[in-house]
Structure formats: C-alpha cells, structure tokens
C-alpha cells in the first residue's frame, strides 16, 4: 500500500494529546495554516498534519513533543505517569541554567525532558519512556537519567517489557559530569532488567545522538528507528573538522545504520503503533513455544 493511501485512515483523539506544545508551529499563507515541509518543501495544512501524525505526503516527520507520542502509542486512558515530581535543579550554579529551566517549564508545562510510565500498547502492558524535543532537546541531566534508570527498575520488578521513545542531543553540559555519569548509570539499569528476561524495545527519532546513542538508546533487544533519522554519537560537523573530509548526505542517518545491522527495523510513523504491539505480543513473558 502506497504511502498517499495510508492518509484515507484518521487516528482516534486522546486527551493526552492535549498536553505539551502545539503539534506544528504553524506559518499563514493565504489565510490557512500551514507548515512548510524541509524535505519536499510543500506547505501542508495543519489539519493534514495533525490527522497523520505529524507527518508529511512525503515521508518526512515533523518532531512530536512526548505527551502527544503518548497519546499516539498507547490505549486511550491507559497510561499512568511515574516520578513525575522529579525535576533538575541547578546545583552547579551554571550561567542561565536556572533561568532557562524555569523558561522551558512554563513554555512545554513539562517538568523535565523525559516523561514515564506505566501503560497498554493495543492491550498489551508495558513500561514506557518518552523523550521530548522540546525540553533542552531531550539532553539526558541527572533528573532524566534517574527518572529512567527507575523505570526499568520498576519494570523488572514488576516483570513488565521496557518501549522507550528516544530523542536528544545528548548529555546536558549545564550538569557537568554528574550528566556523564547517567550513561553508565542507565546501562546497568537496563542490563539488571535484561538479566531478569524481560524484553526491551526501543525507537530512535531524529536527533538521538551523544551520551543518550552511547548508552541506554542503543542496549535495546529491538532498535526501531524514524524514517530518516539522525542517530550518532559526535556530530557530523565535529566530525568533519576531525577528519578534516566532507561527509556524505547520509552520514549517520537511520537508513545507513540500518544497512550496516546497527539498527533492526525503520519504521513509519503510522505503523509504529502496529509494529510495537506485535513485538511486544511475540516477545511475552510465558509464551508457549
């Protein structure tokens, strides 16, 4: 089935959508809102994106913030925020790290840049995780390392799998070291959660790069990744002053990776929902082989 034929189908409402930042940040051109798309560079209607997830005709995906990926993975009124009162707190006093954390809560009416639970994907029970883009770029501080790290803590001991939605630039520089140290403080969440035969399933969305790529974003059973993600550890103009060479266009995008058996799978969007709840079916607890 063709990608146009895909946008006959409308997803259901969920009230979690309502939270967050708006969907698109829309731009007015003849008296309708639009958003122009980067990649084919035709301006879409906001009701087109909004009813297609965030998503353009040509495959192109627009960021979501973590409420509305929320609402779009998970059964209506059936996730349950965990550690929800955890929040960074500017404990090195670094220049305009307090100001621009007070900035960023009133504006996304998020607390931090990651938010967990528990919930159901098409009935089947899980502990989720989703990192939001518009909260210090989804940048991993001791807050959102600890928020994780207990929720796959929680999951082990409640047996539960782990799907989590990835999106950052990786370590927050404001936190100094401490923000380094969740790299490995997460990795041996998930490995304590592994040890105890429970499955974790991972999505890589543009941009999931540095400490979050070198840690718990890549240690997943499954890795799942956004049509033309970017999924790295340095970025690509570090990188270019390092080797001193032009890349190519590609250069760390999901469909080189998956090439090379770094990731599984590149999912679209409006599957995404089908593709993890059957991953989740096949890789159950108790299932009869």
């Known amino acids: 089935m063709s990608v146009e034929l895909k946008f006959i189908f409308r997803k259901p409402k969920n009230e979690l959508e309502k939270g967050g930042r708006p969907l698109t940040s829309p731009e007015e051109t003849d008296h309708e809102m639009t958003r122009k798309c980067p990649s084919c560079g035709k301006n879409i209607p906001l009701s087109e994106l909004w009813d297609n997830y965030d998503t353009c005709r040509c495959g192109y995906c627009f960021q979501m913030s973590a409420r509305q990926r929320i609402g779009y993975l998970t059964d209506r009124d059936s996730f349950t925020e965990l550690f929800s009162e955890l929040e960074s707190r500017d404990f090195l006093n670094f220049p305009g ?20 639970g528990e919930g159901l994907i098409e009935g089947h029970e899980c502990a989720l995780f989703v990192m939001d883009p518009y909260f210090m770029m ?12 207990r929720l796959f803590e929680y999951a082990a001991e409640k047996g539960l799998p782990v799907v989590g ?13 401490l923000s380094l140290m969740q790299m490995a403080k997460t990795s041996g969440a998930v490995k304590r959660h592994s040890e105890n035969g429970n499955f974790y399933l991972v999505l890589l969305t543009h941009p999931t790069t540095g400490g ?33 060479k032009k890349l190519p ?13 770094f990731i599984d799978r590149i999912v679209p969007r409006f599957e995404q929902r089908r593709v993890i709840s059957s991953l989740l079916y096949i890789h159950r607890k108790g299932r009869k082989k």
């Open 97 to 116: 790290y307090a100001k621009k954390l007070e900035s960023l809560k009133e504006s996304t009416k998020e607390r931090e840049a990651v938010i967990c």
């Open 138 to 149: 989804g940048s991993m501080g001791t807050v959102v390392g600890e928020k994780i790290t």
């Open 165 to 177: 939605c990835t999106v950052s630039g990786g370590a927050r520089m404001q936190e100094g070291i």
């Open 212 to 244: 979050v790529t070198a840690s718990f974003a890549m240690e997943a059973d499954i890795i799942l990744a956004e049509p033309g993600a970017t999924v790295g550890f340095a970025g690509a103009r570090v990188v270019e002053q390092t080797v001193r």
């Open 249 to 261: 266009s590609d250069f760390q995008k999901a469909e080189v990776l998956l090439q090379h058996g």
